[in-house]
């Protein structure tokens, strides 16, 4: 996938990545300090073994 950063949590041992893909927000948790500007394009490959999906409306997790 290809999103779009939105936005940037550096929380020292982990950077969550708030990405758009589409009309959908993707955040990407990874591990370490990852300096990307906002704005930048980046290319998003999913683990299926470490994906968590929640229903918007519900905030229930789908996956």
Request: proline share 5%; no cysteine.
């Amino acid at each position: 996938m290809e999103g779009i950063i939105d936005f940037i949590e550096a929380l020292g041992t982990d950077t969550i990545i708030h990405t758009k893909v589409g009309g959908n927000l993707i955040k990407v948790k990874l591990p370490g300090h990852i300096p990307l500007p906002v704005g930048e394009k980046i290319k998003i490959e999913v683990d299926l073994d470490n994906i968590h999906v929640f229903d918007r409306k519900t905030e229930k997790a789908i996956i």
